[in-house]
């Protein structure tokens, strides 16, 4: 089992409609959770993080952790085309050292 | 100019040559990473330092070779490159452990190609 699991897509939404991506870690104790969105031939940027149970809103984002069942979520509200890239989870281990990336889950959005 | 960089962008070497990748940050951040990102793997940790004169492994260290003499600098050297360590390679640094300080910010990579 891989540390940090994303399905890989790609997920294809409409414009205006919520995109849902989803992550699943291993170390129960983790406790920093990151989503980084990256477009084709750049590098990863942060879009937001997430460190207590429930929801958290940034705009037109919310990431959702629920650490009994050891998921994070993140919506996009109203998908703009340039929306579509791909979508890191990133999840920080016990020790707080080292930040285990997921594959990426590959979003589109059609206009 | 402030921010992360990294050099060269683009690097074709052959296999058996020594190759090192370089990076740079302004921020005074204490942390700086390695990661190699191939189709399939997403970002894979190579090797990390919590500062000057400290590194650790990440999950793919074999091959690789760090330093950091400076808090800004963390070059990464490829011993003797072979075709497997073709790949994109980010450098990125955060300010350390707590809260937002967690973020990592990313420099714009090295797209190496080992023929």
């Known amino acids: 089992q891989k540390e940090v699991e994303q399905n890989s897509g790609p997920l294809s939404v409409p414009e205006g409609a919520i995109a849902s991506l989803n992550c699943t870690y291993s170390?129960?104790?983790?406790?920093?959770f990151f989503w980084y969105r990256q477009y084709s031939g750049k590098s990863p940027e942060l879009i937001m993080f997430?460190?207590?149970?429930g929801d958290k809103e940034d705009g037109r984002f919310t990431a959702q952790l629920n650490k009994a069942s050891q998921y994070v979520s993140l919506l996009i509200r109203d998908s703009q085309p340039s929306d579509s890239a791909t979508y890191l989870c990133?999840?920080?281990?016990?020790?707080?050292?080292?930040?285990?990336f997921g594959a990426g889950t590959r979003l589109f959005v059609k206009a | 100019d402030a921010g992360i960089t990294q050099s060269p962008r683009y690097k074709i070497t052959e296999t058996g040559r020594q190759v090192t990748l370089m990076c740079h940050q302004t921020?005074?951040?204490?942390?700086m990473f390695w990661y190699r990102q191939d189709l399939g793997h997403g970002l894979r940790l190579i090797y990390y330092?919590?500062?000057?004169?400290?590194?650790d492994k990440g999950e793919v260290p074999d091959g690789y070779v760090v330093s950091r003499s400076k808090t800004e600098n963390f070059p990464l050297t490829l011993e003797s490159a072979t075709r497997s360590q073709t790949s994109v390679y980010f450098c990125?640094?955060?300010?350390?452990?707590?809260?937002?300080?967690?973020?990592?910010?990313f420099g714009p990579g090295t797209r190496l190609t080992v023929l």
């Open positions: 990125a640094s955060s300010g350390g452990r707590g809260t937002s300080t967690d973020t990592q910010y």
């Open positions: 170390d129960r104790g983790s406790q920093s």
């Open positions: 997430i460190y207590s149970n």
């Open positions: 990133a999840v920080l281990n016990t020790g707080g050292f080292k930040t285990i």
């Open positions: 921020w005074s951040h204490s942390y």
């Open positions: 330092s919590a500062a000057a004169d400290i590194t």
